[in-house]
């Protein structure tokens, strides 16, 4: 895959990538992160076209051609207006909720199913797709908005306010990216994400890259490289010495022929 001069991150609705960013900039400053935002049905073909190299999604996604991690996972939320019926200090339960409009009930998983114990139309029941449009219709009393609690905290205004809801299941949250990229700059930012330091031992991800085996082997190519020149040089060397007259068996000849010379020289005590 080719480098791009930037990592662009793709984010579902509500999450909030600010600690990993802060780390990028500290470490690869020279390479800047472009975020956007899209539904998590949509990060799959983003992400295999290359339109972002990372996403944060929630579930349920299609996995086929994504590495994913999963993250954390987070509460769904009734948001409702301050001062409403609803507005109490507990976690709420979705029989509460029978008499009330529904604003939003975006990316929410299981919701169809919630939906029917209401008896609401899963599919027509909700005013609007967008969470801005759906805290002002909640704020002017038209309902309530039933969101991952990220997307309410991203959403947060004076006059409306949030509580849990004790029967609905948990969003899981991952960060997906292409299996087909090997990028160094991914892997970075995923092993960021993971809680890699700097230094780590493990590498980016903690395991290695194909840009990072084929390094790896290209260096060892080279320091064999290396070793067979340096053989090749000395077998010439030895080849050369010993035509000279230069060997080890011809230097110890000449020694002991010398040592035989000297000794008739000796003076008489």
Not at 4 to 25: F, Y
Not at 98 to 124: F, H, I, K
Not at 168 to 190: I, K, M, N
Request: charge should be neutral; aromatic fraction near 4%; glycine fraction near 8%.
């Amino acid at each position: 895959m080719e480098t791009p001069t930037h990592l662009t991150v793709a984010l579902a609705p509500g999450i909030n990538p600010r600690k990993w960013s802060r780390v990028w900039e500290e470490r690869r400053a020279e390479t800047p992160l472009e975020f956007t935002t899209l539904h998590s049905a949509e990060a799959r073909q983003l992400v295999l076209d290359d339109g972002a190299q990372v996403a944060f999604v929630r579930h349920p996604f299609e996995r086929e051609g994504l590495n994913a991690i999963d993250l954390f996972a987070e509460d769904v939320v009734a948001v409702v207006a301050v001062e409403s019926d609803l507005d109490i200090d507990e976690p709420l339960r979705l029989e509460e909720l029978d008499d009330w409009q529904l604003v939003l009930a975006a990316w929410t998983p299981d919701w169809a199913e919630a939906a029917e114990r209401l008896g609401l139309d899963s599919g027509a029941a909700a005013m609007t797709t967008d969470p801005a449009d759906a805290m002002e219709l909640v704020a002017g009393g038209a309902g309530v908005a039933i969101v991952p609690q990220s997307v309410a905290r991203q959403h947060a205004r004076k006059d409306v306010t949030y509580r849990v809801i004790s029967d609905l299941p948990r969003v899981p949250v991952s960060v997906v990216w292409a299996v087909a990229d090997d990028r160094l700059d991914t892997e970075e930012f995923v092993g960021i994400v993971r809680g890699r330091t700097a230094g780590s031992s493990r590498g980016r991800t903690g395991a290695k890259s194909a840009a990072l085996q084929r390094e790896e082997q290209q260096a060892l190519a080279e320091a064999e490289r290396r070793v067979k020149e340096q053989q090749k040089k000395r077998a010439t060397a030895k080849r050369i010495g010993t035509s000279s007259g230069t060997s080890r068996g011809a230097q110890l000849a000449a020694k002991r022929a010398k040592a035989g010379g000297s000794g008739g020289k000796r003076k008489r005590r």
